[in-house]
Each structure stands twice: as structure tokens, then as C-alpha cells.
């Protein structure tokens, strides 16, 4: 008896560890950035972390979702380079005679929605893993975006499209507000709705939380959708700030979305995190890149310090007193 009490207490003190250290790492992480490098903690870095951390933080929104619902999602980067596409050829560009304006976002977001849903119902349908149904989305959107653009960069000419990147809200560029408001959407939705609390039920247990009443095929399309909506957000974005749409506009962004969401605390295995966690995790991930570059780190170590980033962040987020198999 006294041996399962002292188990549950280490279990419970480790539960709060895992809970708050990617918090503790953050701050960590500024302190000695700021050390090394006092520019670190300049106005003007600040506002280009932010501005960097935009993209990643819509993207992971979605992924949070998916994620915590014990499922992943690689379509990220077919998504995007769609909703980018969409955007750019419905918008005033140097490709063709559109100009829809404000049309072209909701176009975009749209598009990118309807593949999410598109995830959902493949997976609950043909009952095939979350894995395989969003890779071959992956490279069906990649597929009809380089076709559409005819592989090559088509550039975004609306102005009011383009203030996104390049007009500025308290000294913060829009797409920072937009992210921001992306990342309170997503917080409403995880702690204010009941699919917020279906999609984190399935992850703990689905045969459970069905059996509470909860319609799995319903929460995985929808939450699958949300996926997409976000990830819709996040091509306007890119688009925006790059000032065009090509090929390659969604390359890495699949690894720095579900770094930060790992790195966050949500559990690869879902049922626990949440966007809050997310929210830190990208902040780690930006503010990592940002301070390798100010001391100088050479890209090839960079990429080794991400790579043990999220290897770290996987092995401190699991369970292992509840844990028995890993396969």
C-alpha cells in the first residue's frame, strides 16, 4: 500500500514537472540567449520573432487539434500550398486578370477546409490511419497547386492582401494580430465548446468516451476541418508575406508544426495539452532559431539542435508509469 501511494505521488509531482517545463524552458532559453547576446532582447528582434513566429503558430493551432486527438495530420504542407495558390489566383496577380479582393481569402480558407473535411472522411470512412489518409492529401495538394501555378512563382499584387506582412498594428505587423487571433480561437474552442472537449475525450480513450455519448466519426471530420481552417489561415499568411505563391512556399512547415506542438507538452499519444502548450512550444521553436542565428550557429548545427529538440520534448512527454508498450 505504501509502495502504490509513494508511485501515485512521483506520478503526480511528475505530472506537474511535464506541465509546466516547457514554460521553465522557454524562459530558460531567453535568459541565456540574452546573455550571450544582448540584441536578443531588442525591440526590433522582438518584433521579427513575433513576425516569425505568425505562420508556425496558425499552422500549430490546427495540429493541436488533430494531435490531441491521438491522430496526426502530414496533408500541412499540400494544405497550405493550396490555400496559398488559391489566394494568389483569385487575388490581383502577375499571372492572370483576377482581382477578387477579400473573395480570394475566403476562397482560400474554404478550399483549405474542404480538404480537411476531406481528411475526416476518408480516414472514418475507408477506416484507414490518420497516417496514410493526410500523406496522400500532402501530395494531392502539392500535386494541384504546382499545376494551377504551372510550376512557377505567380506574385501577389493586391495591396490590402499585402499589408498583412507589411502594414503594422502597435509597432506589430497584422499577420502577428492574426495569428494571435487564430491562437484565441482555437483556445475557445478546446475549453469553451463541446468539440473542444469531445476531440481531447477521443484522445484519451475513444471505446470511453463513446461510450459517454461522444460520435467519433463526427469529432475526427470535424476536428479534421479545423484542421484545415487553420491551416487555410496560415497559407494567406505565407502567401502574404512572401508576396507570391510557389512550389515550395510550404517546404518545413509539416516538421516545425508538430515540433512545436510536441515541444509544447501536447502528448504524442493525445488526451493531454492543449493550444496553451502549443502556444509556448512555437515560441521555444522561434526563439531557438532566432538565437542560433545571432550567435552564429551554422544551419547544419541548427538543424542537429532541432532534431534533439524534438526527440527531447517526445521522451519527456510520455507517461512512462502508465506506459507499457511503445511501438
Known amino acids: 500500500m505504501e509502495a502504490f501511494v509513494a508511485r501515485s505521488f512521483r506520478g503526480a509531482a511528475l505530472g506537474r514537472w511535464r506541465a509546466f517545463a516547457p514554460l521553465v524552458v522557454l524562459i530558460v532559453l531567453c535568459i541565456l540567449i540574452s546573455i550571450a547576446n544582448p540584441?536578443?532582447?531588442e525591440p526590433r528582434n522582438l518584433v521579427r520573432i513575433a513576425n516569425s513566429a505568425a505562420v508556425p503558430l496558425t499552422l500549430a493551432m490546427g495540429m493541436t487539434f488533430i494531435i490531441l486527438m491521438g491522430s496526426i495530420d502530414l496533408s500541412v504542407e499540400?494544405?497550405?500550398?493550396v490555400a496559398a495558390m488559391v489566394l494568389v489566383l483569385l487575388a490581383a496577380n502577375d499571372s492572370n486578370a483576377h482581382d477578387y479582393g477579400w473573395l480570394a481569402?475566403?476562397?482560400?480558407?474554404?478550399?483549405?477546409?474542404?480538404?480537411?473535411?476531406?481528411?475526416?472522411?476518408?480516414?472514418?470512412?475507408?477506416?484507414?490511419?490518420?497516417?496514410?489518409?493526410?500523406?496522400?492529401?500532402?501530395?494531392?495538394?502539392?500535386?494541384i497547386s504546382v499545376y494551377m501555378l504551372g510550376g512557377s512563382a505567380?506574385?501577389?499584387m493586391d495591396p490590402e492582401?499585402?499589408?498583412?506582412a507589411l502594414s503594422r498594428f502597435l509597432g506589430f505587423p497584422l499577420a502577428v494580430w492574426v495569428a494571435l487571433a487564430a491562437f484565441a480561437v482555437a483556445a475557445v474552442i478546446q475549453y469553451h465548446t463541446r468539440l473542444g472537449r469531445h476531440i481531447v475525450a477521443l484522445g484519451?480513450?475513444?471505446?470511453?468516451?463513446e461510450l459517454s455519448g461522444v460520435n467519433p466519426k463526427r469529432v475526427r471530420i470535424a476536428a479534421f476541418g479545423l484542421a484545415g481552417f487553420f491551416f487555410g489561415v496560415a497559407g494567406v499568411l505565407a502567401a502574404a508575406q512572401l508576396g507570391q505563391s510557389n512550389a515550395v512556399i510550404a517546404d518545413g512547415r509539416l516538421f516545425a508544426a508538430?515540433?512545436?506542438?510536441?515541444?509544447?507538452?501536447?502528448?504524442?499519444?493525445?488526451?493531454?495539452?492543449?493550444?496553451?502548450n502549443t502556444l509556448v512550444g512555437v515560441l521555444i521553436v522561434t526563439v531557438l532559431a532566432n538565437g542560433m542565428i545571432l550567435l552564429g550557429i551554422s544551419?547544419?548545427?541548427?538543424?542537429?539542435?532541432?532534431?534533439?529538440?524534438?526527440?527531447?520534448?517526445?521522451?519527456?512527454?510520455?507517461d512512462r508509469i502508465h506506459l507499457k508498450i511503445v511501438k
Do not use: C, H, K
Open 105 to 143: 481569402v475566403l476562397a482560400s480558407v474554404a478550399a483549405a477546409t474542404v480538404m480537411g473535411l476531406a481528411n475526416g472522411i476518408l480516414q472514418t470512412t475507408l477506416r484507414i490511419p490518420s497516417f496514410m489518409a493526410t500523406l496522400g492529401m500532402w501530395f494531392i495538394g502539392l500535386g
Open 258 to 276: 508538430v515540433t512545436a506542438v510536441v515541444v509544447g507538452g501536447t502528448a504524442l499519444t493525445g488526451g493531454e495539452g492543449g493550444v496553451l
Open 39 to 41: 540584441n536578443f532582447i
Open 204 to 209: 484519451g480513450g475513444e471505446d470511453v468516451a
Open 161 to 164: 492582401l499585402r499589408a498583412l
Open 78 to 81: 499540400g494544405t497550405l500550398s
Open 154 to 156: 505567380v506574385r501577389l
Open 299 to 318: 544551419p547544419y548545427i541548427q538543424q542537429t539542435v532541432q532534431g534533439l529538440l524534438i526527440i527531447a520534448a517526445v521522451a519527456l512527454s510520455l
